[in-house]
């Protein structure tokens, strides 16, 4: 007992030295002696240790690390496993959708083992703080890494092994489990995620079979291209410009291409952001298989012609004191992503514009290899009003159908309007009642609308006619003037022949 004592009394004041030690150097040795001293001792200690770590950072640069990823989840299944009880801090976390499914991770600055093929694996996650920098408005940020420790002579095991069997098997997870995330720019240049619930998918979207078809036709063979864009020398990306009037759908088929290609979204708000330099850093943060999405793109953007563009640039940059918040992105700085030498980071990337007014968008952003198929949101159709009727209400017919569909022929309405009167009431007949009201309303409207318009087009019909009646009567009037002036030159030549003949009888006679 005394031997103990008397070894913890003298870790102690070793402990106690060191830090003495230690405090001493940093008050009094210059830093570049301290950060020389530490240097070599952490080459010493390396060569003596027979342990090697590798750090897997969250992020490196801008770009989201994809092997930090593929580590989270797969450690979270590790630790589901039940396979490492004895940590003492754990993570728990579940979404409102799916309660019941409780997702166990690890906590900063635990350490849990794990051991592939014989060797022992022991995985930390760190946590730092990061200041921010006042000049340019950013705060201060948490860095999470994970670092993975092991016997030395595993090393190449580690690197070649065990860290592509973690990103295997993290695909596997994803492709399997995963639920899809939707991804907002919270600030100018960071991207905010939350977990995308949308349930629309191609089976219920409200469109004709043969368009639907031929999106689901053209998103399956972009995925299956990767050789061939490789082959051809194209970034690894497509177009889409969705375009109608409001409540046609458009958010819709942006839901159900995510989820039949299992992408997730990144909303992108273009007026939060400050200047192309801030678009970049957002756009090269995405992750592969994903999809860039710009709604209403005529509304958030100024995008002018491109003549016009320049003549602006060339405006700001005389202007050297214009503020930093009206340094707003440019066309030039979005179609640099879209094909430009931005658009080759990141490969399996669907872009999606929407906007209301097509004439409206820059003819420069609408030609093929930037928005390479464009896609007619118009208003409900016959196919389109049956596939709203059984998602609603489970029926393939009604004695209202073909009321319904003829109204359908004669009036305008969107898909939106129709989804909102089948969903008021539970009961199908009356809810296809108060479509059919619905839409003899619209007609009414439609017919009034015309009927006011009528006199006056009949009105401009009149001033049309009588405009050209006064053309036929000037014209009429032209020609009699015309022919009245002939008649007295005619007259007029007349008299003077008559003339000169009286005047060459004179001279005969004489």
């Given at each position: 007992?005394?031997?103990?004592?008397?070894?913890?009394?003298?870790?102690?004041?070793?402990?106690?030295s060191?830090?003495?030690?230690?405090?001493?150097?940093?008050?009094?040795?210059?830093?570049?002696?301290?950060?020389?001293?530490?240097?070599?001792?952490?080459?010493?200690?390396?060569?003596?240790?027979?342990?090697?770590?590798?750090?897997?950072?969250?992020?490196e640069?801008?770009?989201?690390?994809?092997?930090?990823?593929?580590v989270?989840?797969?450690?979270?299944?590790?630790?589901?496993a039940?396979?490492?009880i004895?940590m003492?801090?754990?993570?728990?976390?579940?979404t409102e959708?799916?309660?019941?499914k409780?997702?166990v991770?690890?906590?900063?600055?635990?350490?849990?083992?794990?051991?592939?093929?014989?060797?022992?694996?022991?995985?930390?996650?760190?946590?730092?703080?990061v200041?921010?920098?006042?000049d340019?408005?950013?705060?201060?940020?948490?860095?999470?890494?994970?670092?993975?420790?092991?016997?030395?002579?595993h090393?190449?095991?580690?690197?070649?092994?065990?860290?592509?069997?973690?990103v295997?098997?993290?695909?596997?997870?994803?492709?399997?489990?995963?639920?899809?995330?939707?991804?907002?720019?919270?600030?100018?240049?960071?991207?905010?995620?939350?977990?995308?619930?949308?349930?629309?998918?191609?089976?219920?979207l409200?469109?004709?079979?043969?368009?639907?078809?031929?999106?689901?036709?053209d998103?399956?063979?972009f995925?299956?291209?990767?050789?061939y864009?490789?082959r051809?020398?194209?970034?690894?990306?497509r177009?889409?410009?969705l375009?109608?009037?409001?409540?046609?759908?458009?958010?819709?088929?942006?839901?159900a291409?995510?989820?039949?290609?299992?992408?997730?979204?990144?909303?992108?708000?273009?007026?939060?952001v400050?200047?192309?330099?801030?678009l970049?850093?957002?756009?090269?943060?995405?992750n592969?298989?994903?999809?860039?999405?710009?709604?209403?793109?005529?509304c958030?953007?100024?995008?002018?012609?491109?003549?016009?563009?320049?003549?602006?640039e060339?405006?700001?940059?005389?202007?050297?004191?214009?503020k930093?918040?009206?340094?707003?992105?440019?066309?030039?700085?979005l179609?640099n992503?879209v094909d430009?030498?931005?658009?080759?980071?990141?490969?399996?990337?669907?872009?999606?514009?929407?906007?209301?007014?097509?004439?409206?968008?820059?003819?420069?952003?609408?030609?093929?290899?930037r928005?390479?198929?464009?896609?007619?949101?118009?208003?409900?159709?016959?196919?389109?009003?049956?596939i709203?009727a059984?998602?609603?209400h489970?029926i393939?017919s009604h004695?209202?159908y073909p009321?319904?569909?003829?109204?359908?022929?004669e009036?305008?309405?969107?898909?939106?309007?129709?989804a909102?009167?089948?969903?008021?009431?539970?009961?199908?007949?009356?809810?296809?009642?108060?479509?059919?009201?619905?839409?003899?309303?619209?007609?009414?409207d439609a017919?009034?609308?015309?009927?006011?318009?009528?006199?006056?087009?009949?009105?401009?019909?009149?001033?049309?006619?009588?405009?050209?009646?006064?053309?036929?009567?000037?014209?009429?009037d032209?020609?009699e003037?015309?022919?009245?002036?002939?008649?007295?030159e005619?007259?007029?030549d007349?008299?003077?022949?008559?003339?000169?003949?009286?005047?060459?009888t004179?001279?005969?006679?004489?």
């Amino acid at each position: 007992m005394a031997s103990y004592d008397k070894t913890m009394a003298t870790a102690a004041s070793l402990a106690a030295s060191l830090m003495l030690v230690r405090g001493l150097a940093n008050e009094l040795l210059p830093s570049e002696v301290r950060e020389a001293l530490s240097a070599a001792l952490n080459s010493l200690r390396s060569r003596l240790t027979w342990q090697h770590t590798i750090v897997v950072e969250e992020k490196e640069g801008w770009s989201y690390n994809h092997v930090y990823s593929a580590v989270k989840a797969y450690l979270a299944t590790r630790v589901g496993a039940g396979a490492n009880i004895s940590m003492q801090r754990l993570r728990v976390s579940s979404t409102e959708s799916e309660a019941e499914k409780m997702v166990v991770s690890m906590e900063a600055g635990e350490e849990m083992p794990d051991v592939y093929e014989g060797a022992e694996f022991r995985w930390y996650l760190v946590t730092r703080e990061v200041k921010g920098d006042p000049d340019s408005g950013t705060g201060a940020r948490e860095v999470r890494s994970y670092e993975v420790s092991f016997h030395k002579r595993h090393k190449e095991k580690a690197l070649k092994e065990y860290l592509p069997f973690i990103v295997a098997t993290a695909k596997a997870i994803w492709d399997g489990e995963r639920s899809l995330s939707i991804y907002m720019n919270q600030y100018s240049d960071e991207w905010n995620p939350m977990e995308l619930q949308h349930p629309s998918t191609f089976e219920t979207l409200a469109m004709d079979r043969k368009q639907k078809q031929s999106i689901i036709d053209d998103l399956d063979r972009f995925t299956k291209r990767k050789d061939y864009y490789r082959r051809i020398g194209k970034a690894w990306k497509r177009g889409y410009l969705l375009y109608g009037p409001p409540g046609t759908g458009k958010s819709s088929l942006i839901a159900a291409i995510a989820n039949h290609l299992r992408f997730d979204i990144y909303d992108l708000e273009l007026t939060g952001v400050e200047s192309n330099s801030d678009l970049r850093k957002l756009l090269i943060a995405m992750n592969n298989r994903s999809i860039l999405v710009v709604e209403d793109v005529d509304c958030t953007i100024e995008l002018k012609q491109r003549e016009e563009h320049d003549e602006d640039e060339e405006h700001a940059k005389s202007n050297l004191t214009r503020k930093k918040s009206e340094d707003k992105v440019t066309l030039s700085g979005l179609l640099n992503f879209v094909d430009g030498l931005w658009s080759t980071s990141g490969e399996e990337k669907i872009i999606i514009f929407t906007t209301n007014y097509k004439e409206r968008l820059d003819p420069a952003l609408l030609r093929p290899g930037r928005m390479d198929m464009h896609i007619h949101m118009g208003y409900c159709t016959l196919e389109a009003f049956r596939i709203l009727a059984n998602n609603y209400h489970a029926i393939d017919s009604h004695e209202t159908y073909p009321e319904i569909e003829e109204l359908i022929k004669e009036v305008t309405v969107t898909p939106a309007e129709v989804a909102e009167v089948l969903m008021r009431n539970d009961d199908t007949d009356v809810a296809l009642h108060d479509l059919v009201e619905l839409l003899n309303s619209k007609k009414k409207d439609a017919t009034e609308i015309k009927t006011e318009n009528k006199p006056a087009n009949e009105k401009k019909d009149a001033d049309v006619i009588k405009t050209e009646s006064m053309l036929v009567d000037e014209k009429k009037d032209g020609n009699e003037i015309k022919t009245e002036s002939v008649h007295v030159e005619e007259k007029k030549d007349d008299i003077e022949v008559v003339l000169k003949n009286d005047s060459f009888t004179k001279d005969g006679s004489s």
